[in-house]
């Protein structure tokens, strides 16, 4: 429950500003309608967990499809290094194609992945996405060996070096995953670096609250939630009052409300920032991942919390422009004060 | 040289109203300046097959890319069923991912597709396109499988079934695709079906001008391909020259003409055809595909030649206004007349 931001600072000067741990995964993305998504049984908006048979199947039946990298911390740490920020990622992929492809993409945007590729035999893990009409999307995750993440799987020394260790709730569905967080937030803290995690899903934190409301308790500094996954963490209908719990748990709490904006709490203050306004959402791919990419450039450059939700929203309303999770032009540009 | 079209029809009606041949590729396509083009020694708007080193190469110096399915001849059988119209397509991938995502893809927009994953180990072929903020696209083939396709890997069921063939010339780089060429031809003669070619790309042409010529001359009814591969093809430096060459040895030809529109000779007719104007030309990927397509819809369904290159027209500006080789809306709804 420290809040290294303002503790003594570790002998090291980081390398990097952020370093993500997250699930490895290539999205592909298709559109269809909401009479698919109906017919197919899937929950709209929210991310849903498959096997290969199900996966197999939800891909055969959509049409033509486009593959990108995805995963959540991933495209966050891109939007980092599109703010010509330093991020590295913590993340497994196969030695397949779709490994590769997720690689070539981390390395192009300047994003450090020191991880070896696996050679466990299990593949790539991929995000079935359906956009429909209201430029919704529909995840449907395979996780295949993102979720094999385990302790041994963590480079300590590259956590040691990163100002922010960024955590995605999404990789928190399987157990050596909550042991590597664990271990990850210990590494962090012994070298005086501030730890955040992102809810990711309220799905999510619905299966696996216990563990959520412990990690959050212990080891979290910084916390990044929407509204419904914040309820959620502490089973409340009152958004007033899960913003009280967290406070009481978290010294820095920043919640998204799409178009509302956002707002972060601390234990002194309250701060609303509005949304960025776009001409035409398009996808909305990516958003709490860019907005969390923002946000972590604005703390890790000494802005303050005001600044800190502007650049998230900054980075969201880019991403909910087009196709695709991660940012199209160099969101550096996109601050006015530069 | 027969025009399968008037001679006495076959005895099967046709399954399908175009059987493709060519290479089947997944695009990578990514943006890059023009001073990347220069630095990688890389001729704008040109189509280069390049090896292993080289493509990894490229694609490592290239930024964070988009991968789709794509291949000439495969792109414009998916723009004929976007018209509704049933296309076969005939060309090799592997069992591996991007075999996968072709595959589907295809058979996603109902492209018969009815060979097998190859079980060689030679990966997928790939095409990393870089397209320049000009919209043009140059693009870099690795053929992996799909240029070992020969003889034994034509199925004569599907081409004896399709009105009308149509070959990629960018396959004919390879001897026993050659073969299979011919091979196929016959087979289509045999079954009184109409036999087309597309030259694909003046330098293709100009490395196997002489067996180019021996196929037009002696198989192909119906010639698809711009003003430089024409020129290329006989030598020749004036149009109207090369037009004349064209109608002696084949009975129809259609020449684009990129903004400009196209023509369409015939022994009897000369035809202009102007292009539809788009209002931003965002990536050229796919636009003699996409006009092929529009016009052997056109074609087997019955329309006159000055139709079918409007037809051509409406699918090519459309494809060239977004991201990628292949429609993104249902080409028939674009038909005026539907």
Redesign the interface.
Known sequence: MSDSRFSSPSSDRPTFDVVGIGNALVDVI?HASDDFLVGHDLVKGAMTLIETERAVEL??A????????GGSAANTM?GIASFRGKAAYIGKVDD???GQ?FG??M???GVAFPGELSKQSV??GRCVIVVTPDAERTMNTFLGVSSTLGVDDLDESVIAAGQVLYMEGYLFDRDPAKAAFRRAADVAHTHGRTVSLTLSDSFCVDRHREDFRGLVADSVDLLFGNEDELLSLYELTDFDEAVAALRAECSTGVITRGAAGCVVVTRDELIEVPAVPVDRVVDTTGAGDLFAAGFLHGYTTGADLAECGRLGSIAAAEVISHV?P?PLVELHTLRDDD
């Open positions: 298709a891909y055969g959509l049409s033509g499809a486009v593959e990108m990298s891109c397949d194609d779709l492809v070539h993409d390395r192009a945007v593949p790539t695709g991660r």
